[in-house]
């Protein structure tokens, strides 16, 4: 699922800063961007994110910056600075350049300003630093609870339509087996079958509609979407559960599918399979 949390805190020279973010991803992927100066935390980070968040893309930038202008150090590299100067007034010697060396011309060339920063023990932060995270991870799990309710509110719809979908087909079914049987009867009248009742044919009849009859297919798909609906309502960790139900929902629809020669139940697989499918591709965000 998508989402973005922030969080905050100052300690005693600056303050540290958290972001993440995370992206739909079947598995789950952490990356994190964090100073050098804690790189020994990043197990420690990771292992964190991995108890509270299961799948999908996960981004964390980490920053600590000081507060303190004392912790700054600006130097300028004389020794340097002399031999760019000298450079450039052999060079304006030589090619007769009537111009003046000015301070803008030599504040160009590398190296000439050193910057240098006050260095803290950061190791002994790691409380500080796991709060901070855990801020932005509750900050995170809000905006995803709004995408929650969305993809919720998405896969009921469809399993709705499913179950409209399936119980126009339970309405057709006897017609259609009602059909089969009465063509069964016919063709055997036609041939001058002999002995219509005995017990043969009952086996035979009962063979023939039973290779058309999607009766149990239908009381599984019906078992599939009451399961889904359950799981939808629950607390835990459901997004594989329900991808393994709609694999299910899929194997039935196709059995429902090659067994069924009726048009207007085969219309109503061929639309079972689209949400079927919609909702395949909706459960790779859920957690």
Known sequence: MTGFGAGKSKINFGTITVEIKTLNYRYLEISTRIPKSIQSFEKKIKSLIHKKIKRGRV???LNIGSDNENDFEIKINKNVTSK????LKKLKKEFKIGDQITIGEILNFP???EYKRKRYDLSRYWSKVKTVINKALSDLF??????GRVIYNDLLKRVRAIETLTNR???RLPVVLKDKKGRFLKHLRGSNAKDLDDEKLKLDLAAYIRNSDISEEIIRIDAHLKNFKNSLKSNDEIG??????AQELNREANTTAAKSQD????K?????KAEIEKIREQVQNVE
């Open 84 to 87: 760019y100067y000298t450079a």
């Open 111 to 113: 190296e000439i300003i």
């Open 263 to 266: 048009y207007q139940i085969s």
């Open 169 to 171: 087909i339970k309405k």
């Open 59 to 61: 981004d964390l930038s």
């Open 240 to 245: 594989r559960k329900l991808d393994f139900i």
């Open 268 to 272: 109503a697989v061929i639309e079972i």
């Open 142 to 147: 809000k905006s995803r609870k709004e995408e």
